[in-house]
T-cell receptor, first 111, second 110 residues
Framework: DAGVTQSPTHLIKTRGQQVTLRCSPKSGHDTVSWYQQALGQGPQFIFQYYEEEERQRGNFPDRFSGHQFPNYSSELNVNALLLGDSALYLC??????????FGPGTRLTVL | SQQGEEDPQALSIQEGENATMNCSYKTSINNLQWYRQNSGRGLVHLILIRSNEREKHSGRLRVTLDTSKKSSSLLITASRAADTASYFCATETSGSRLTFGEGTQLTVNP
């Protein structure tokens, strides 16, 4: 049984570009949450998707958007990248409000 | 902003010793969870304690929760070099949204 998977592992972009990160949840999980973790800090909640709808959103600008597909996989899109968007982006899946299981993350570097 | 604050920020001990990490938070919670992270990789779920529980055990882990003081502690007994990692507490307030602290960096020396 595969756990949460994320792609790509690493990504380098330049300021102003757009990026799409992908997440496949653990089998049987219907809820996907995204977190941003800057170096040396704890993860911060970006948003959560359930039944293809954004259910909750953290304090992130509209440049951050997402999508959940019928198979429960999810994408995180970031437009107009800033240097400060450089971070580890973590996806977590759960069955509704149960324990969240995290993927290995995508390391985004913005130059 | 972070709800939880871990204490200490860094902890260095010898193998076989016990490690204790503390977490404080600010608002009412549904549950509190502890996660481990190795070298900037994904988070591994360790243990969840609900707001109506006071203590929970899982193997070498012992977690306590004091909702009146809004604090929790994680005890790792008989530590091993493989326990070296960052440990985070995370509080769940509503809708399974987790709010993390800044973490404690634990180093276990062989």
């Amino acid at each position: 049984d595969a756990g949460v998977t994320q792609s790509p592992t690493h990504l380098i972009k330049t300021r102003g570009q757009q990026v799409t990160l992908r997440c496949s949840p653990k089998s049987g999980h219907d809820t996907v949450s995204w977190y941003q973790q800057a170096l040396g800090q704890g993860p911060q909640f970006i948003f959560q998707y359930y039944e293809e709808e954004e259910r909750q959103r953290g304090n992130f600008p509209d440049r951050f958007s997402g999508h959940q597909f019928p198979n429960y996989s999810s994408e995180l899109n970031v437009n107009a990248l800033l240097l400060g968007d450089s971070a580890l982006y973590l996806c977590a899946s759960s069955l509704s409000v149960d324990t969240q299981y995290f993927g290995p993350g995508t390391r985004l570097t913005v130059l | 902003s972070q709800q939880g604050e871990e204490d200490p920020q860094a902890l260095s001990i010898q193998e076989g010793e016990n490690a204790t990490m503390n977490c404080s938070y600010k608002t009412s919670i549904n549950n509190l969870q502890w996660y481990r992270q190795n070298s900037g990789r994904g988070l591994v779920h360790l243990i969840l304690i609900r707001s109506n529980e006071r203590e929970k055990h899982s193997g070498r882990l012992r977690v306590t929760l004091d909702t009146s003081k809004k604090s929790s502690s994680l005890l790792i007994t008989a530590s091993r070099a493989a326990d070296t990692a960052s440990y985070f507490c995370a509080t769940e307030t509503s809708g399974s949204r987790l709010t993390f602290g800044e973490g404690t960096q634990l180093t276990v020396n062989p």
